[in-house]
């Protein structure tokens, strides 16, 4: 299906838009998913499974985005946070590594493959790095709020912002639980990690996945990731790290299409412990608002009962 | 590295049970949102209840009042979308939120309801100067007074259904905030433009909205508890003061003399309406303020996870006995 001679080679510069690939027919290519539908004509729901007990920290899943989506530069400046100096997701960080710093005494079993460097003195010191990335929720709350409906689910199960619609109304930003969105100085519009929905298409894997030099951050069908995720778990449980837990790894609350797995709490790399989905609350968000606005014609109906001047 | 591992101390209390972060940056985003909205908040709110005190008003034959209230909601209805479209991040494709509904995004369902209220107001005012098409007045009328106190309340939801702390947890008491301000800022704008024995509804729509906007203000406060500290704090907390302030002296100032002397209603109203408006910027402050903090957003979480039977939290440590800790 994809033509060799087009092959896109990351930062030569032949995509002026990520998602403008010449050639491709995209009205035949993208069918737009219902929203609540999950799934589209048998294609499985794809994700992330970032396993951070691999991850070495080398940020080429950071690097590879930028080239692949031609995400601007952010300011290069010093954080004084460890090897942090991306600081956070937005629209000009659509992966972000975390580097958390411990005093913690080692039990790592080298067996598990787990990569936390020992150091020689009294080995009381751990490095946590982490890949963190937008979750393409099943409940996604910034798909929930979009009201121009630039913000859809893609055939994959995805949730990409289509540029050409996003006229930066902000309201997608304070609704993500997790920080993800932000608008893009001097653009106006949001921008976040889109899968490599133009990868996606064309059956590579996204660009940060294929950087990775560990395999960290691995791309495949959800079901499959979630699979892997629970033996690799139980795989380390045995070996003795007692930390490794999942994150985001069910389809419970948010139903993450990208997924972790954690040596700490979440709130140690940034991520929070237990996001409510809040804009599945349609009986509390409208109930009371229907109530207050009675309350106000009421209200207002009351204040000519002592006459009408 | 010393210096990070302070600021999580800091946050954490070293491990002595305190709250742990990323270096004590935020979780969430804070919005990008600027004074427009906040700007909106309050002339969406005094035209929507305007509307519904224009009809009334029409309905009891005074006419002045019916003039000023329907102008009020005029004015609030046209400086709205002004704000909003200025707010956009491409202004020039706010035409894009007119292209869909959907009944999940409260900005696109409040964005309908402003477009058909902005249009009824424009109806009723030309009719009415012009002199032409009475019944279509009438019913373009009947039409921005139902949808006005929606307008005035939806915007609440618009700020609950977001992941702010300060703002979702609050989503019971928002909307009865929102109306109550709206109903003492269209009582007062009224009261301001209207011949003091003509305004009885207004000056009794400002004392009624002021009283219980403080009222509701408050008992939100108390039920949010530790969240409600944005709102006390900071700029949200200076603005929230200089609310209750303004609010209860317009409304005091109303009582006593509003009947009377027409100076006193004038005083009277600006306390309100200023009253008003400070209410909205401080709880859109308190909103990033509380976004800006991670304690307010893993908190509330982390004592969620907590009162969980250990089984159903997902993220927690596994232990050998199969239990988590």
């Known amino acids: 299906m994809t033509d060799p001679q087009r092959q896109v080679i990351p930062g030569s510069g032949h995509t002026p838009d990520a998602y403008d690939i010449e050639g ?101 010191f751990r490095w946590l790095m982490s890949s963190d990335v937008c979750k393409h929720c099943t409940n996604a709350p910034c798909l929930d709020v979009c009201p121009t409906g630039s913000l859809f689910r893609t055939e994959f199960g995805t949730v990409v912002v289509q540029e050409d619609i996003c006229n930066g109304c902000g309201y997608c930003v304070p609704a993500c639980p997790f920080g993800v969105l932000d608008q893009r100085e001097g653009d106006g519009r949001v921008w976040k990690c889109t899968l490599c929905y133009d990868r996606q298409s064309d059956g590579l894997e996204p ?103 | 590295m010393s210096e990070a591992r302070s600021v999580s101390e800091e946050v954490r209390g070293d491990g002595q049970g305190g709250l742990r972060s990323y270096y004590g940056k935020p979780i969430i985003k804070e919005p990008t949102w600027e004074w427009q909205i906040p700007c909106y908040f309050f002339t969406g709110g005094l035209a929507g209840a305007s509307s519904g005190l224009g009809l009334l008003a029409d309905l009891a034959g005074n006419e002045r009042l019916t003039r000023t209230a329907r102008l009020a909601a005029l004015a609030g209805a046209a400086a709205s979308p002004v704000f909003l479209i200025l707010d956009l991040g491409v202004p020039k494709r706010f035409y894009n939120m007119l292209r869909v509904f959907k009944p999940t995004s409260p900005m696109s369902v409040g964005t309908w309801i402003l477009s058909v209220f902005g249009t009824s107001s424009g109806i009723v005012a030309a009719t009415d100067v012009l002199g032409i098409f009475p019944r279509l007045g009438k019913a373009a009328e009947t039409v921005a007074a139902l949808l006005g106190p929606a307008l005035s309340t939806y915007t609440a939801v618009l700020l609950a259904d977001t992941s702010v702390p300060v703002w979702h947890e609050a989503r019971r008491e928002l909307p009865l905030v929102f109306a109550a301000s709206s109903a003492a800022s269209a009582g007062a704008a009224a009261t301001i433009f209207t011949p003091p024995e003509g305004a009885g509804p207004a000056r009794r729509l400002l004392i009624g909205g002021s009283a219980l906007e403080i009222a509701v203000s408050e008992a939100m406060k108390r039920r949010l508890g530790r969240l409600a500290e944005p709102y006390e704090k900071e700029e949200a907390g200076r603005y929230e003061k200089l609310s209750t302030a303004l609010t209860a002296s317009g409304a005091t100032l109303t009582v006593i003399l509003g009947r009377e002397r027409s100076w006193a209603a004038t005083l009277g109203g600006a306390l309100a309406l200023g009253g008003a408006a400070a209410k909205r910027w401080a709880i859109f402050k308190a909103g990033f303020q509380s976004a800006r903090d991670p304690e307010y957003t893993v908190g509330p979480q982390r004592e969620r996870l907590e009162s969980r039977p250990p089984a159903q939290r997902r993220t927690q440590t596994f232990e050998r006995d199969g239990s988590a800790t």
């Open chain 1, 207 to 309: 660009a940060c996945a294929q950087a990775c030099p560990t395999d960290s951050i691995q791309y495949g069908p959800l079901d499959e990731l979630r699979e892997k995720a629970n033996g690799r778990l139980e795989m380390l449980h045995e070996a003795g790290v007692d930390d490794a837990r999942l994150y985001g790894a069910d389809e419970e609350g948010y139903g993450m299409g990208a997924f972790f797995l954690l040596l700490d709490e979440p709130e140690v790399y940034g991520l929070p412990p237990d996001p409510e989905v809040v804009s599945r609350k349609f009986k509390s968000l409208w109930g009371s608002a229907a109530v207050a606005a009675g309350a106000l014609a009421v209200g207002i109906a009351t204040a000519f009962i002592g006459g009408g001047r």
């Open chain 1, 24 to 124: 491709r027919d995209r009205a035949q290519t993208r069918p737009v998913i219902p929203l609540g539908q999950k799934s589209y004509d048998g294609q499985p729901r794809m994700g992330f499974f970032t396993d951070t007990t691999v991850c070495i920290g080398c940020k080429a899943c950071e690097v590879a985005c930028k080239e692949w989506n031609h995400v601007p530069s952010t300011l290069m400046e010093l954080t004084g946070n460890s090897y942090d100096n991306t600081g956070d997701l937005g629209a000009d960080s659509w992966r972000h590594v975390a580097f958390i710093e411990q005093r913690k005494p080692i039990k790592v079993a080298q067996e598990a493959g787990v990569t936390t460097p020992a150091t020689e003195g009294d080995g009381d």
